[in-house]
T-cell receptor
Framework: EAQVTQNPRYLITVTGKKLTVTCSQN?????MSWYRQDPGLGLRQIYY???????DKGDVPEGYKVSRKEKRNFPLILESPSPNQTSLYFC??????????????FGSGTRLTVV | AQSVAQPEDQVNVAEGNPLTVKCTYS??????LFWYVQYPNRGLQFLLK??????LVKGSYGFEAEFNKSQTSFHLKKPSALVSDSALYFC?????????????FGAGTRLAVHP
């Protein structure tokens, strides 16, 4: 089944403790992206990647890092999480980096709480 | 700047009645427009898209959307609502950003269908 897999689904952590949220897609998509969803704000892009070893900042990149060493994986790293990073996170992928009629395929989400 | 507005935080409708979830957009050039739905504890699922052609687009689960260029709107509609349609709905517009397909989302509208 074509899908984007995120882990973990739920995570509670303490301020300052480094964490990684994993994302993997099995569709050979070039483009991958991380979003955070907050009430009243919709989805805001954190980072994106157009291909292996090519990443760039989205609209709200502060406090996050990403890497793209393999085409299928795009982990989100929080080096020193803070309570304002408590949110629902989504990974998404798309088959093309050119402007395309294709939408995104989303993972099921990771609900992160930082205390 | 490109943006998407969903003017209603919540829409309430009785089962069997028609529903409309509103979306307006601001984007230069010809827009690619999307609707996604998010059920509780799930990721975003693609509903439908407008690329070009007929202004009335039909999608999954009996939903349709009407593209109105003069009013820059892309309202989501369904002739007869079901309780199972209760979910969070996001409108999105695609734009070319540095050669990749970036989706910009509205804040979301919660649809509540009452028996």
């Amino acid at each position: 089944e074509a899908q984007v897999t995120q882990n973990p689904r739920y995570l509670i952590t303490v301020t300052g403790k480094k964490l990684t949220v994993t994302c993997s897609q099995n569709m050979n998509h070039e483009y991958m992206s991380w979003y955070r969803q907050d009430p009243g704000l919709g989805l805001r892009q954190i980072y994106y990647s157009m291909n292996v070893e090519v990443t760039d900042k989205g609209d709200v990149p502060e406090g996050y890092k990403v890497s793209r060493k393999e085409k299928r994986n795009f982990p989100l790293i929080l080096e020193s999480p803070s309570p304002n990073q408590t949110s629902l996170y989504f990974c998404a992928s798309s088959p093309s980096r050119a402007r395309s009629p294709d939408g995104y395929t989303f993972g099921s989400g990771t609900r992160l709480t930082v205390v | 700047a490109q943006s998407v507005a969903q003017p209603e935080d919540q829409v309430n409708v009785a089962e069997g009645n028609p529903l409309t979830v509103k979306c307006t957009y601001s984007v230069s050039g010809n827009p690619y427009l999307f609707w996604y739905v998010q059920y509780p504890n799930r990721g975003l699922q693609f509903l439908l898209k407008y690329i070009t052609g007929d202004n009335l687009v039909k999608g999954s689960y009996g939903f349709e959307a009407e593209f109105n260029k003069s009013q820059t709107s892309f309202h989501l509609k369904k002739p007869s609502a079901l309780v199972s349609d209760s979910a969070l709905y996001f409108c999105a517009v695609s734009r070319n950003s540095g050669g990749y397909n970036k989706l910009i989302f509205g804040a979301g509208t919660r649809l509540a269908v009452h028996p």
